[in-house]
Each structure stands twice: as structure tokens, then as C-alpha cells.
Nanobody, 120 residues
Framework: QVQLVEFGGGLVQPGGSLRLSCAAS????????MGWYRQAPGKERELVAG???????NYADSVKGRFTVSRDNTKNTVYLQMNSLMPEDTAVYYC??????????????WGQGTQVTVSS
């Protein structure tokens, strides 16, 4: 069993910054991929940023140049640095991790979600 806990959401004014973190714990052998998704009210969940174990990253066009995803493998943690935030960034943000468990099983896990609200 693997659990993900997200931190860092909150209320911020346009142009401000937030840093989200997602820490995994449990029967973890290796985390191959880490991704951040978001879902705004009335909209579909979308991929925001992702990173592989080798450090390759990808971003949604809407956040390129503003968001940065990184990972610390020793802490089983992925981060999302969000700068120049806009009202359209308002959403619940979810982390998603592809985990190789100690049993050898590979499963994807979702965090509980953290609310990011960008408003004056």
C-alpha cells in the first residue's frame, strides 16, 4: 500500500507564487513517473506537468514558463513551483505517481488533492 499526501495549496493573488509538494510513503521500491493534474469547477481534469525518473519534464502549454516540476527521489517527493499565477489557474491540484512497490507490482496512485485559488 502507498499513500500520497499533498501540501502547499492556498489562496494567492494574481501574480503570486505557490509551491506544491506531494510525498509518497508505504511499500515503495521506486517511483518512475510523477505528474501534476488539476481540475477546475465544471471542467475536466487536465495534465499540468510531469517528470520521469530520468528527469525529463513536460508541461501544458498554458503553464510553460510559469510552472516548474521537480523531484527528490531520496524523499519520494515531487514538487510543483507555480509562479505568475492567474485566476484561470484556480483548481484542485492532484499529484499522480507511478510506483514500483516492494512486491514488484507497478501501480499508479493519486493524492487527495489540494485547492489553489487565485483571486484578488
Amino acid at each position: 500500500q502507498v499513500q500520497l499526501v499533498e501540501f502547499g495549496g492556498g489562496l494567492v493573488q494574481p501574480g503570486g507564487s505557490l509551491r506544491l509538494s506531494c510525498a509518497a510513503s508505504g511499500s515503495i521500491f521506486r517511483i518512475n513517473v510523477m505528474g501534476w493534474y488539476r481540475q477546475a469547477p465544471g471542467k475536466e481534469r487536465e495534465l499540468v506537468a510531469g517528470t520521469t525518473s530520468g528527469g525529463r519534464t513536460n508541461y501544458a502549454d498554458s503553464v510553460k514558463g510559469r510552472f516548474t516540476v521537480s523531484r527528490d527521489n531520496t524523499k519520494n517527493t515531487v514538487y510543483l513551483q507555480m509562479n505568475s499565477l492567474m485566476p484561470e489557474d484556480t483548481a484542485v491540484y492532484y499529484c499522480n505517481l507511478g510506483v514500483v512497490e516492494k512486491s514488484g507490482r507497478y501501480n499508479a496512485y493519486w493524492g487527495q488533492g489540494t485547492q489553489v485559488t487565485v483571486s484578488s
